[in-house]
């Protein structure tokens, strides 16, 4: 019966994929011109949970007969941390691991003797190899082989390319949770600088930057705007959450069994936003073949938010006893920065850092109201656990 994903499972197959039928028509069309020599470079933004990666996995799975297809989720880059600092290296490493994985998917079996001519040809003085999932990392010997070895990775899909082209079309790769570059302890604006001028002098090579960022977040101007790295060059695309009509239909075909009355519908669409992440896990929740009116429906709301936010109050246990104070001063309205500040007592300044780091991790953001919460949902939340304890869980 309950047929719908679960909002953590980002492997769709046909039959649960839903739609994204014009997203998919109009990211593939700018995809397809790899193969004539470009090197498109597509931004693919939206909010959490409205399907990026989904959506970039079917891609995948659509594209794989013809092309290589990396796909890369920067939250790998935490387990190549060296002395806990994240630097650019954690990006190429998992840059070359990914994209050997995508060979070996795509039957390029030679590539690891390519890899050995390659760094041969380099002169690179290996320290030893290390073995992650199978794949061998080279560990180097100095900060010298280290930018070399960065040259190298940037440079390979270039060379893989070049040595499969009876083989292949081209080379597409994914690169998700892009926004976790920022965590990068580097200058990311100089490091983004220094990925487009490599991308710009390829070719059969296509791109796709993906992460849940707010249309406010600096990270895209830095990535897209008329200074950014990639200004004018990059297509910057957003992918929208479901319509009201999407999620009617999407709900009959998918649970029939869920009854709404036409008010329990609309309210059901308002406690999601439209938001695929909510939608699947609310409907798996509510109860088949009962009438689910508008009173009901607010009534399961308000049992189920727990399990809805689960994803987000892991992050909240987990925030310092300054983030959760800067949140929940944000719960009945935006406010400006001064404005946190009195209300907690301390200096504009003091609060800089947490607010820094409650944007990078997606939990409010900037706009010209001042800060608010991002996740609506989330938020409601925080309101349940105020009225019914007299305080927010810190
Ligand atoms: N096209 C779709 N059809 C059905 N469910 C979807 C679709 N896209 C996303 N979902 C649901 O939403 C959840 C969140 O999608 P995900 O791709 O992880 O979002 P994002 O990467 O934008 O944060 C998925 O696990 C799945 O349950
Ligand atoms: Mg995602």
Known sequence: MASLPLGNNTNLDDTQFYNRIEEISFISDNLEVTKKGSTPTILLTGVRGVGKTALMKKLKKDFQDEYAVVYMDLAGMDKFKKDDKLTRFCFMKLFYESLIKACRQSNITTIDIQILKYFKTRNFKLDRWESVDKIPIPILKTEEDYAKFTTFVMDLPQQIYDDCKNHISGILIFIDEFQLLKQLDENVNEFLWYIR??????????????????????????????????????????????????????????????????????????????????????????????????????????????????????????????????????????????????????????????????????????????????????????????????????
């Open 197 to 394: 001028s490599v991308i710009q002098s390829q070719k059969y090579i296509g791109y796709i930057f993906s992460g849940s960022m707010s249309v406010k977040d600096d990270l895209i101007g830095d990535i897209a705007g008329q200074r950014g790295a990639f200004g004018g060059r990059i297509l910057n695309y957003e992918i929208k959450t479901f319509s009201f009509e999407t999620t009617k239909n999407y709900l009959a075909e998918k649970a029939d069994y869920l009854k709404f009355t036409d008010d329990g519908f609309e309210r059901f669409y308002k406690c999601t936003n439209g938001n695929p992440y909510y939608i699947n896990n609310f409907a798996r929740l509510l109860p088949p073949n009962e009438e689910l009116n508008e009173e009901k429906i607010i009534s399961e709301f308000e049992k189920t938010l727990p399990y809805l936010v689960v994803h987000l109050t892991n992050e909240w246990y987990k925030l310092t006893k300054q983030e959760q104070r800067i949140i929940s001063s944000l719960v009945e309205k935006p406010l400006k920065r001064i404005e946190i500040a009195n209300k907690m007592g301390v200096t504009s300044g003091a609060i800089g850092a947490s607010l820094k780091s409650l944007q990078n991790k997606i939990l409010i953001e900037l706009d010209k109201d001042g800060f608010k919460i991002y996740d609506s949902i989330f938020k409601a939340w925080l309101k349940k656990e105020y009225r019914e304890k007299g305080d927010y869980p810190y």
